[in-house]
């Protein structure tokens, strides 16, 4: 073995630098592990600043040592890449991974081993822990606010279907992947939107409008499977005589007259709320707001001047005021104008409002990466005949949309987060049920629970969007 220089380590020495710096790291947190956990200080026997700061010491020597550029091993080679890049940055990570340790006790102290989970009533909750019997027996309103009991079944049966049937682009075949853009963009919301009124609300179960949805709908599925030299004929002939069928022969207005089909149960929407209402919002918003900025980001760059004037107005507009003031406006101000036998929900006003409000971010989002593609996109495009919509959507969008993945999730995330401000209309979502639910008298003290929990289902619903879009991004990633 060479001389070891201890000031430099190398790949000469490699493995007496690895067993070294490996062993006063594992010795600093193993340390400060048994003080946190057991009350135990290794070093008690030293003066109490010493005692304090040579676990650090310790960690900062041994990061040091194993600081070995290229070294061959991957492990070693990416900790050194991430959180040992030089000594500032080593005692950063010490002085995170020390903090981490020094929270858990009384982090898993409080969210378990002291906190209550049996029993029905406040007078079980006499510990110092959190008490998890608020969160049970309240977990039906914070799922589904104040909807009937016996009517909830709806609402599951709701989102089980949505999420089977959003989940077909998985399963689908090379053959119909070519559809599955207009699925999503057009079938699917349409289904949604017949699950909402038909099965939540409990709206009328058939009058004309639905006869067409659902002609619609049916004669989309069935095109898929017909060949394309019939389909001009298909669709002008299929969809009406799917309605006179659905109208006239299966479903006529006498089966609801004589009480052979009876409707659901109405829930207004006043009794809607929780996490459900959470993800109502959000699902119609996403689906809203992404095509509206769409269209204002393309108009924004139009070389029509009354576009681009009435597309910057919109933007500059809608970015311009808070989303609290949006959906002040939305529940009081615009029913004001509207004539006196003329009503829109409060829902929809507020997803309106909230898909207006996010159309603008996303348009900006949506600008930024259409002027990062070249010139040459536009000008190549254009040698091969292609027209305005054309090129756009086979060659400009699918680009740009790939480069700007990580702000369209961010904008979807703020809006995800953005849901609770339907307090101003009388909505209440998840966490405006734990508003209201710490303000019962038999449960007041409690709202520390209840936010808690509210936090982890928003940054569970965040994270699985922010890995969804990571997913995509590394898809579609070509620089590679």
């Not at 449960?443 to 994270?463: R, S």
Request: charged letters at 15%; hydrophobic letters at 55%; one cysteine or more.
């Amino acid at each position: 073995m060479s001389n070891i220089n201890f000031l430099k380590p190398d790949r000469t020495n490699l493995n007496t630098f690895l067993y070294l710096g490996s062993f006063l790291f594992f010795i600093s947190i193993l340390d400060v592990f048994l003080n946190s956990f057991f009350k135990l200080n290794l070093t008690g026997f030293l003066p109490n600043f010493l005692s304090f700061l040579l676990p650090l010491i310790l960690g900062f020597v041994g990061l040091y040592f194993i600081r070995i550029e290229y070294s061959g091993i991957k492990n070693l080679d990416l900790l050194n890449k991430h959180i040992n890049t030089n000594n500032f940055n080593a005692v950063l990570s010490l002085l995170i991974i020390f903090i981490i340790i020094k929270s858990l006790p009384p982090i898993l102290s409080w969210f378990v081993i002291d906190a209550s989970f049996a029993g029905d009533t406040k007078d079980v909750c006499t510990g110092s822990g959190a008490c998890w019997t608020y969160i049970k027996v309240w977990i039906r309103r914070f799922m589904y606010g104040m909807y009937p009991n016996a009517e909830q079944w709806r609402i599951n049966l709701s989102f089980v279907a949505l999420v089977l049937l959003g989940s077909v682009g998985y399963f689908a075949t090379d053959k119909f992947k070519k559809y599955l853009t207009l699925y999503y963009v057009v079938i699917y919301p349409l289904i949604a939107f017949l699950f909402i009124f038909f099965f939540i609300s409990g709206g009328p179960v058939f009058f004309d409008f639905s006869y067409g949805i659902i002609a619609a709908i049916l004669s989309i599925i069935i095109g898929f499977f017909i060949p394309s030299k019939f389909k001009f004929y298909y669709f002008l002939i299929v969809p009406l005589a799917l309605y006179i069928i659905l109208k006239y022969f299966l479903f006529f207005e006498e089966y609801i007259e004589l009480g052979k089909l009876d409707g659901l149960n109405w829930v207004e929407t006043g009794a809607w709320g929780g996490l459900s209402l959470t993800f109502i919002i959000s699902f119609f918003c996403l689906i809203f707001c992404f095509p509206i900025g769409m269209a204002f980001a393309l108009g924004r760059r139009s070389e029509f001047p009354l576009i681009r004037y009435i597309s910057v107005g919109f933007i500059e507009f809608w970015r311009g005021v808070p989303l609290i003031t949006v959906l002040f406006m939305s529940a009081v101000m615009f029913p004001m104008f509207l004539p006196e036998d003329f009503f829109i929900d409060k829902l929809v006003r507020a997803i309106i409002a909230i898909s207006l409000f996010e159309a603008a971010y996303v348009a900006e989002v949506i600008r930024g990466g259409l002027q990062a593609l070249p010139r040459g996109q536009y000008e190549a495009a254009k040698s091969l005949g292609m027209g305005y919509w054309k090129m756009h959507i086979f060659v400009i969008l699918p680009q740009a949309l790939k480069l700007v993945i990580p702000g369209i999730a961010n904008t979807f995330l703020a809006l995800v987060k953005d849901t609770p401000l339907i307090f101003v209309v009388g909505l209440l979502e998840i966490v405006g049920m734990l508003n209201l639910a710490k303000t019962n008298p038999k449960w007041l003290g409690f709202a520390m629970e209840g936010y808690v929990f509210a936090a982890i289902i928003f940054w569970i619903i965040c994270y699985a969007m922010s890995k969804y879009s990571y997913n995509l991004e590394q898809k579609y990633k070509t620089d590679r």
